[in-house]
């Protein structure tokens, strides 16, 4: 396929992924969230730079996405863990079906046209935007029965494959309604985006095993390209700590405003394109 940098191969491009985790590190860690909202519509503007094909961009960006917030899901849930922030009881109750959600997930976008699911993230990331200026807090209510749970398992796990995302912007809302402290809400979502980046990012990767026509580039396995994998992997592993300390020194309402523009105009560029 034609690219404009590809050619300049992998090493070369490492820098500007590494540049672009350390930038979503800091909203992972200010916000208690993966980077994938902020990483979906970046990675989008890139691999649309770089040249990918228009039918692999959307996708990528999404499979990349989940790919690379495998070892930031990992690290953020042990530190939440050490911290006494993960409720145990309610990652087992939501551990199967959220990640029989995300692999459902992951297999529908690869099904979907690449404008079609753009526009889903981009009114997913608006509605997003919203709810932070709202900052309305979910109403409490008796702890519900084994089937809503798994029903919100797999809508969560579903949705968050589907976009590129952890699923913190939704398993913390529901955690809390079910009675769960702040702290632990935000600790067991953390926690349960391991499963959700891992089940969607094996879907993702399956078309480099069952789809050899896929007009893939270079250095990519399936809908996820390696390099940027592991640039952001890594720029996020040490921004994130950043974006702890500045979460815990601005102004709560502050962060979250600033946060919903960037979201609303994220949200904006992917239903535009």
Same mark, same amino acid.
């Given at each position: ?27 992972? +860690? ?27 961009? $959307? ?93 919100? +398992?797999?809508?969560?796990?579903? $949705?968050s494959a589907l976009i590129g995302i952890a699923g913190g912007t939704l398993t913390t809302p529901f955690l809390l309604s079910q009675g769960r402290e702040i702290r632990q809400a935000i600790g067991s979502a953390a926690a ?6 891992? %089940? ?57 405003? %600033?946060?919903?523009? $960037? ?11």
């Open positions: 396929m034609d690219a404009l940098l590809i050619d300049s191969g992998p090493l070369a491009l490492l820098a500007v992924f590494l540049l672009l985790g350390l930038v979503t590190g800091i909203p992972a +860690g200010m916000f208690g969230i993966g980077g994938g909202l902020v990483l979906v519509p970046a990675l989008v503007w890139l691999f649309t730079w770089m040249g990918f094909d228009s039918q692999f961009v $959307v996708q990528a960006a999404i499979g990349t996405s989940l790919g690379a917030i495998v070892p930031t899901a990992m690290a953020s849930a042990r530190g939440h863990y050490l911290k006494g922030g993960v409720h145990a009881p309610s990652v087992r109750r939501l551990l199967l079906p959220i990640a029989a959600g995300a692999m459902l997930g992951a297999w529908l976008a690869i099904q979907i046209d690449g404008r079609t699911l753009a526009r889903v993230f981009g009114v997913f990331e608006i509605a997003i935007a919203l709810w932070l200026f709202a900052a309305v807090r979910p109403p409490t209510r008796p702890e519900s029965g084994p089937a809503v749970w798994s029903a919100a +398992g797999t809508g969560i796990g579903a $949705v349960l985006g391991i499963p959700i980046a891992i %089940a969607g990012s094996l879907v993702y990767l399956l078309p480099a095993l069952l789809d050899p026509a896929l007009d893939a580039p270079s250095w990519s396995l399936g809908y996820l390209y390696l390099p940027a994998v592991a640039g952001i992997a890594l720029g996020a592993a040490v921004s994130v700590r950043g974006g702890v300390w500045l979460a815990h020194r601005l102004p709560v309402l502050m962060l979250r405003r %600033a946060f919903a523009g $960037v979201l609303m105009l994220a949200g904006l560029y992917m239903l535009l394109r």
